[in-house]
């Protein structure tokens, strides 16, 4: 649960950086899912990479990630 104190993630970071690590998923395969895939939520992202096929506990980071990227890819 997300409440005031919980610090957001970070959606920046290096391409090999580790964000799950039950599925061993890193934020740049999240990125290469949307880019070369279309992923456009938590939903096709994960059925692509495989990520959150564990504890879940990285579900944040990759909406973050997503949401960082979409606003991004505005034009
Ligand atoms: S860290 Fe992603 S499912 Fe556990």
């Given at each position: 649960?997300?409440?005031?104190?919980?610090?957001?993630?970070?959606?920046?970071?290096?391409?090999?950086?580790?964000?799950?690590?039950?599925?061993g998923?890193?934020?740049g395969?999240?990125?290469?899912?949307?880019?070369?895939?279309?992923?456009?939520?938590?939903?096709?992202?994960?059925?692509?990479?495989?990520?959150?096929?564990?504890?879940?506990?990285?579900?944040?980071?990759?909406?973050?990630?997503?949401?960082?990227?979409?606003?991004?890819?505005?034009?």
């Amino acid at each position: 649960m997300v409440d005031n104190t919980t610090p957001l993630p970070n959606p920046e970071g290096p391409d090999d950086e580790t964000i799950c690590w039950c599925i061993g998923v890193s934020r740049g395969e999240i990125l290469q899912a949307m880019r070369e895939k279309g992923c456009r939520n938590l939903d096709t992202v994960c059925r692509a990479t495989r990520a959150m096929g564990g504890c879940m506990t990285c579900r944040y980071d990759i909406e973050a990630i997503i949401r960082a990227e979409l606003a991004r890819q505005e034009p």
